[in-house]
């Protein structure tokens, strides 16, 4: 069963727009962290922003936040004011707390139009 | 920029061979892992390190293995190279201990081609 589901394969968005990348999760473990990464076509990995299963308020960095829905188990990233360097795939990941292995969604590839 | 290092960059390598992917991790960290990335797929999981011992392993053929060195660093190896290999493998570390959990920074990758 997939742990990690990424919806959209691909976005197309407006720069200056706000963009939503939808990420749902399945774990039993009540322990756990949600991660999102970018990766730009160089091919490296760029840590975003993480939230912990236990966190009570939505974690957010700069232009970046994570919109954590618990009981509907979904981890959406949100990028404010689009930029042209934010096209890249992007990548939502978890960790268990039983198991140390990032488990990663398929991705989806955003494109910021000018 | 992390500084998370991996070697080659680039590598083309022959059914059959046998390759070695090097790994520094960030000053400090003490646990790295390794991922397979096939091309338009998310990473998967190799295994991981934590100071000098293997403590997890996902769903791959014991022809992957791999060492972690007393400064953290890393390799990974593959023996008996099959087409299937080709992909980019991508180092992460992050500072851990058992039980909690932390962000692992990324290297830029080593493209592997198996020919």
């Known amino acids: 069963a997939q742990k990690i589901t990424q919806t959209q394969p691909g976005m197309f968005v407006q720069e200056k727009e706000a963009v939503t990348l939808d990420c749902t999760y399945d774990t039993s473990d009540p322990s756990y962290g949600l991660f999102w990464y970018k990766q730009p076509s160089s091919g490296e990995m760029i840590f975003l922003i993480y939230q912990g299963s236990y966190d009570q308020q939505n974690a957010t960095e700069g232009r970046y936040s994570l919109n954590f829905q618990k009981a509907r188990k979904s981890a959406n990233l949100v990028i404010s004011a689009s930029q042209l360097g934010d096209s890249a795939m992007y990548f939502c990941a978890m960790r268990e707390d039983s198991n140390y292995q990032l488990i990663w969604g398929a991705g989806t590839k955003l494109i910021i139009k000018p | ?115």
């Not at chain 2, 059914?15 to 990335?37: D, E, F, P």
């Open chain 2, 1 to 115: 920029e992390t500084g998370v290092t991996q070697s080659p960059t680039h590598l083309i390598k022959t059914r059959g061979q046998q390759v070695t992917l090097r790994c520094s991790s960030q000053s400090g960290h003490n646990t790295v892992s390794w991922y397979q990335q096939a091309l338009g797929q998310g990473p998967q999981f190799i295994f991981q390190y934590y100071r000098e011992e293997e403590n997890g392993r996902g769903n791959f053929p014991p022809r992957f293995s791999g060492l972690q060195f007393p400064n953290y660093s890393s390799e990974l190896n593959v023996n008996a190279l099959e087409l299937d290999d080709s992909a980019l493998y991508l180092c992460a570390s992050s500072l851990a201990d058992l039980g909690t959990l932390a962000e692992a920074f990324f290297g830029q990758g080593t493209r592997l081609t198996v020919v």
